[in-house]
């Protein structure tokens, strides 16, 4: 997702963009894949994200809708039970997509194949990076077919953007061509996802589309539930620091029947079950520093998850992408009509402005994690009165439907950490927190 949101940045910018992938892309592309395991679990494009999307792509949300995606209100249309506390709801108008990983990339992938100077380059993968002879800057990347890595051939470039993810071998390449390689921040969580699919019968939910239930101090378990296209649900459970619901059907009832709210397990406890689930294990959450780097690799941009992988948990990942293709266009168009030679310009300017935005999901992300005694991590005061506050609002939201809109808008990166500072809204939630203490 993040190469091909970056694509439709690039192609405004540069006269060739090829986009380099290691699988062959199927003639149909709402299959699953092998390079995205991600693929067959749940997927939401929330506010900021499917409202940014929007931006660089018009009219993409009403393609998918259009293909059977299900639109809902962020907070009239999901239920939310927050550390065992279900929130007071109201619309919002405000609203997000609920559709499976290959249809939203299939529409992306489409409106890029019909982009004139934009080029597929599958079945192939990067093996490395290619150096200018005279400046040392990145000058392209060698590739291969994925079936012969010894068949390399350069691919040049003025700028090559990193988008392989957590797993890709972006500081391997660059430790190679003897460039610096940023400092990294881990954080263990042993996250473990379980996903099945269930046929969805009208009504299952009442006007509801999805339900959220997250983990308590005392039962590190959770799961979203969403309504998504042909008529099906998609759910999947979760658990931390080694809890993990089984694949088979009747674990995958009984560990949802252990969650804090009944209300997944009354669904998938009748509906018809449609596949035979998928497991994947998620052991920590990784941050690349590049912005601290003294010299940074010039031509050479990495975003997405091969910049920072947060816990998937959240529901960052694509909503971040996004935003870094959005920064990706911003860096471009201020340095038009200046020749690439002039040095590392791109590169520096892209980190100043994406670290603001990368520090405050990474932040969020990992302080609440953090709230678990077994994960490692830095607990600064900060960290620590932030997850104390935010239990408070859990609490509050199932009293004042105005603590939900807050924290539904911080869910979906429409507000940043700086709503909790202000003293009337601390104020009002710990009156409505008292109330049920």
Request: hydrophobic share 40%; with cysteine; net charge negative.
């Amino acid at each position: 997702m993040a190469g091909l949101l970056a694509a439709h940045s690039l192609a405004r910018h540069f006269s060739r963009v090829t986009l380099v992938e290691r699988d062959l892309l199927p003639a149909n592309d709402r299959t699953h894949r092998r390079g995205v395991p991600q693929s067959r679990h749940l997927h939401i494009l929330p506010g900021l994200g499917r409202q940014t999307m929007e931006k660089l792509m018009p009219g993409l949300t009403a393609e998918l809708l259009a293909d059977g995606a299900v639109s809902t209100d962020v907070l009239g249309g999901i239920r939310y039970v927050l550390e065992g506390h279900r929130a007071e709801r109201a619309p919002m108008d405000l609203h997000a997509v609920l559709a499976g990983r290959p249809l939203i990339e299939r529409r992306i992938r489409e409106r890029l194949r019909a982009v004139e100077n934009v080029t597929f380059r599958d079945g192939h993968e990067v093996t490395g990076l290619a150096l200018d002879s005279v400046t040392g800057r990145v000058s392209g990347t060698y590739t291969a077919p994925a079936d012969d890595p010894t068949a390399s051939t350069l691919l040049a470039a003025d700028l090559v953007v990193d988008a392989t993810g957590r797993g890709g071998r972006g500081t391997a390449w660059l430790r190679a061509a003897g460039l610096g390689v940023p400092d990294e921040d881990e954080v263990t969580i042993r996250i473990a996802y379980t996903t099945r699919h269930f046929r969805r019968a009208p009504g299952e939910l009442g006007d509801d589309q999805a339900v959220i239930i997250t983990p308590t101090a005392e039962n590190r378990r959770g799961a979203v539930l969403n309504a998504q296209e042909d008529g099906t649900w998609i759910a999947t459970l979760f658990g931390y620091l080694g809890e993990e619901s089984p694949v088979d059907l009747d674990g995958f009832r009984a560990f949802a029947a252990s969650l804090a709210a009944p209300d997944v397990a009354e669904v998938i406890e009748r509906a018809e079950p449609l596949d035979d689930g998928t497991l994947i294990r998620f052991p920590a959450s990784r941050r690349r520093h590049f912005e601290t780097l003294a010299t940074l690799p010039d031509g050479y941009l990495a975003l997405g998850d091969a910049l920072c992988s947060f816990n998937p948990i959240y529901g960052q990942g694509m909503a971040m992408a996004t935003l870094e293709a959005e920064l990706l266009d911003s860096c471009l168009t201020a340095r038009a009509g200046r020749p690439w030679s002039e040095g590392a310009g791109i590169t520096r300017d892209f980190y100043a402005r994406v670290t603001p935005t990368v520090d405050v999901a990474w932040a969020t992300a990992v302080g609440a994690d953090l709230r678990y005694p077994e994960v490692a991590g830095p607990r600064t005061p900060g960290v620590e009165q932030i997850n104390a506050f935010m239990s408070s609002m859990y609490r509050a939201a199932s009293q004042d439907v105005e603590v939900s809109e807050v924290l539904v808008r911080l869910i979906n990166l429409l507000a940043g950490p700086e709503i909790l500072e202000d003293p009337a809204f601390a104020e009002r939630v710990q009156k409505a927190a008292a109330r049920i203490s």
